[in-house]
Structure formats: structure tokens, C-alpha cells
């Protein structure tokens, strides 16, 4: 079961009393600590991936790096979501693997449509930053109806992702997912809201996290689970710009 949260990276049993004993309310997970660990976390991402990008831009062969990242980035993240007393010290590694990938991904697109990246980059603030604002004044509420509407669509988007990459694997390929028509576009909008509205799930789930009282480590777990929204989200951003600026 996913939990609370759309993320997979974010289960309700995280948060549950592991014995952690009577400084619980000593050294506890808070939201400002939270922030303070993403922040962190993003911009050990972007020192990475800018990087890759100016290996990328020198000429150099980044796709190495790029595709290590990936697998190092995937093996990370299964490790973190099991041992989530880990991530204090795996996510910052799991954040330069993650940033290898988006650096190469970022300068290929960059290569093909000029000032991609930065709008890709912009946009993915701006969702953010929207979003964060409709759940503070509850104009967006984490009821358990929409956390269960979100969890059945992330979910159902990430086994079409899965079934694309195993049929890649015999040239058959599924119809619109990737092809810049009016169809695989419309697939590309709802995805992205998908993924935006994971963030809702997480900022709820991050704050009730705190108000339990869940263990200082988690501040490094919940600013994980949140890159690895935010990540998803900018990934599926600049897919869409690049289906809309290929057909230019």
C-alpha cells in the first residue's frame, strides 16, 4: 500500500513509533527542518546536473554519466524508501546521481529547442509555489477521496511508463504516450497534473509527519520524497514543452 501519500516514497508506516524511546520530543522531525533538507538536497541536484550540462556543451560524452546516474539514482531511492534512517546519508548521494541524469536530460533538450530548460525550470517553480499557497489557505484539502483519486493515477501512470519500457525492449511501442499529436499531448497535460497534485499529498503528508513527532532522521526522508516529486514533475514539464515546440 502507498499510504497517505501519492508518492511511493512516502508511506504512513514511515511515521510510525520505531522505539526511538524518550527523546522523541527532544530531537523531533519539524517542517522548517524539512526545507531546510530539501533546499539542501536541490541544490546538491543542480550542482550535479549543472555538470553534466557543461560536459555536454564541452563536447564531451555525458550519457555514461547520465544513464549511471539513473541506475544509481533507482537503487538509491528503493534502498531510502526501505531504510528511511538511511537517508541522512544516502539522499545527498542519491541527489548527485539524480542530477547526473537531469543535467544530460536537461542539455539534450537544450540542444534542440533553445531556452528550454529554463522554462521547464520556471514553470516547475511556479506549480510549486501555486500549489504550496492553494494548500496553506485550503483551497486544495488532502481529503482522503483526493489522496485516493491521486494514489489510483499515479499509480496507473507509472504501470503504462512500466509496460512502455519492457515492449521498447520488442520495438512494439504504445500509441500517443510519446509522439508530439494533439492525442500524445493531451496524455502529457494530464500527467503533469498528476504529478503536481502529488505535491499536495506530500506537503500534507510531510506535515502530519511533524506533528507526530516522527524521528529528525525523517526531515531527510520527507525532503527526499518531495525531490523525487518535484523531479518527476519538471521531467514530464519538459517533455511536454519539447511535444509543443516540435511541432513549430
Do not use: C
Request: aromatic share 14%.
Amino acid at each position: 500500500m502507498i499510504g497517505r501519500s501519492g508518492n511511493p516514497t512516502l508511506k504512513d508506516s514511515t511515521f510510525e513509533n520505531r522505539g526511538y524511546g524518550e527523546d522523541r520530543y527532544q530531537n523531533y522531525m519539524t517542517i522548517n527542518g524539512t526545507v531546510n533538507k530539501a533546499f539542501i538536497t536541490l541544490v546538491i541536484l543542480l550542482a550535479s546536473a549543472f555538470a553534466t550540462w557543461m560536459m555536454f556543451f564541452n563536447g564531451q560524452q555525458v550519457m555514461p554519466l547520465a544513464y549511471g546516474g539513473l541506475i544509481v539514482g533507482f537503487i538509491l531511492a528503493l534502498v531510502i524508501s526501505f531504510k528511511p534512517v538511511m537517508a541522512p546519508y544516502l539522499v545527498p548521494i542519491y541527489a548527485v546521481a539524480e542530477g547526473l541524469f537531469l543535467g544530460a536530460l536537461s542539455a539534450t533538450y537544450e540542444s534542440l529547442y533553445n531556452g528550454i530548460t529554463l522554462q521547464a525550470a520556471l514553470l516547475t517553480m511556479a506549480v510549486f509555489i501555486a500549489l504550496l499557497m492553494a494548500y496553506k489557505t485550503k483551497l486544495i484539502k488532502a481529503t482522503e477521496n483526493f489522496k485516493l483519486g491521486v494514489v489510483a493515477a499515479t499509480g496507473g501512470i507509472m504501470i503504462m511508463y512500466l509496460l512502455s519500457f519492457v515492449l521498447g525492449f520488442f520495438g512494439i511501442s504504445i500509441p500517443y504516450l510519446h509522439d508530439n499529436s494533439l492525442i500524445g499531448i493531451g496524455i502529457s497535460v494530464v500527467i503533469v497534473i498528476v504529478a503536481a497534485l502529488n505535491l499536495v499529498l506530500d506537503f500534507d503528508f510531510i506535515e502530519g509527519g511533524a506533528e507526530r513527532g516522527a524521528p529528525k532522521y525523517m526531515e531527510w526522508y520527507g525532503a527526499f520524497g518531495l525531490m523525487v516529486t518535484l523531479v518527476w514533475l519538471y521531467i514530464e514539464i519538459i517533455r511536454l514543452l519539447g511535444k509543443l515546440r516540435s511541432r513549430d
